[in-house]
């Protein structure tokens, strides 16, 4: 690490003029937490566990998960982790769950959309991680929600979970959070409905940049039009921040966007309360918050959101960075 890195490792990030902003680490194995914490995180911002069930031949059973969620909470130490239920479909595909080969799988059957279909394996997630959030501060988050109707459903599924622990007397954390994945542009013009009945959102970045744009993040043919910096992009998230927080919620950010350094100005520019990346990338985000000026990185935003190309908002990333230093 670099020597001025150090000094902001183990302190919570923040910008020059003291806005908080919370650093969280992305993680897809419990072993990861351990060094994401080295790493300065002060938390886990998302847990990718469909990693757990990709590459074998049957899915994990409750109490190989229940330990693997307890495994990365004794690594967080009382820090919170927010656990992302499996988001599997889509590209990321699990050969035993005989998930049919589709022609458009980022608009068909992934994350939220087959846990009806799959429901033990639903249900016995969300049992190991209620069981695993009597030993630490676990968040529970769901991909892929597009409707009020998936949240509710989800909610109830999760309530009957809670009532079947407590019959059993099984400890688990009562007050135990509840958010999604905000990654379809739906869910930007029901906030005000989903702050009713979810605690937190998350954006998700790469997937939200693919839906608002329709552009698949995966075709070479179209990477130039993959761009988070497209100003339309950057007005919605604006518009989210100003949303959820009109709601009194928490949201936070963990899609690729995060780890860049140019664009963190424009994201403390928008308030969010968190940015969760991957490790490697948090001493260096960190250390550079510290020299940014929230009011300065909200009048770039302004600005950017004026501008009518993606090239323009980088020209002027460009800019900031060089005055800045
Ligand atoms: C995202 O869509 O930004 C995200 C964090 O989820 P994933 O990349 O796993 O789809
Ligand atoms: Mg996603």
New binding site residues.
């Given amino acids: 690490l670099v020597e001025q890195q150090k000094a902001y490792l183990h302190i919570p990030g923040a910008t020059a003029d003291g806005v908080r902003i919370e650093i969280a680490a992305?993680i897809a194995h419990s072993i990861e937490a351990k060094p994401a914490f080295t790493s300065g995180a002060e938390s886990v911002g998302?847990f990718?566990t469909e990693m757990l069930y990709m590459d074998r031949h049957q899915a994990p059973k409750e109490d190989e998960l229940y330990n693997t969620f307890c495994q990365a909470l004794e690594a967080a130490k009382g820090k919170a982790i927010i656990i992302r239920t499996f988001?599997i479909g889509g590209d990321k595909p699990v050969d035993y769950l005989n998930i049919p080969a589709e022609n458009n799988p980022f608009l068909g059957y992934r994350a939220v959309r087959i846990y009806r279909e799959y429901l033990t394996l639903f249900r016995t997630q969300l049992r190991a991680i209620l069981r695993a959030s009597a030993h630490g501060a676990l968040k529970i988050m769901i991909?892929m929600i597009s409707s009020m109707e998936e949240i509710l459903w989800v909610k109830e599924e999760l309530a009957e979970i809670k009532q079947d622990l407590r019959n059993k007397q099984i400890p688990f954390d009562e007050k135990i959070q509840l958010g999604i994945?905000l990654?379809v542009p739906s869910v930007m013009f029901i906030i005000d409905q989903c702050c009713q009945e979810i605690d937190f959102f998350s954006?998700?970045?790469?997937?939200?940049t693919q839906y608002l744009l329709a552009v698949d993040r995966d075709n070479a043919k179209v990477t130039k039009h993959y761009n988070s910096l497209n100003p339309a992009f950057l007005r919605g998230l604006d518009y989210i921040v100003k949303e959820v927080h009109r709601h009194n919620k928490w949201v936070g950010l963990?899609?690729?966007l995060g780890a860049k350094g140019s664009v963190l100005p424009l994201l403390v520019g928008l308030g969010l309360d968190e940015i969760s990346m991957s490790s490697p990338n948090i001493p260096a985000t960190k250390t550079r918050l510290a020299k940014l000026n929230s009011l300065d990185c909200r009048a770039l935003l302004d600005r950017a959101m004026q501008c009518r190309t993606s090239l323009e908002v980088e020209h002027l990333l460009a800019q900031f960075r060089l005055v800045q230093g």
């Fill in positions: 992305n998302l990718r988001d991909p994945m990654e954006i998700g970045s790469n997937d939200l963990c899609g690729e």
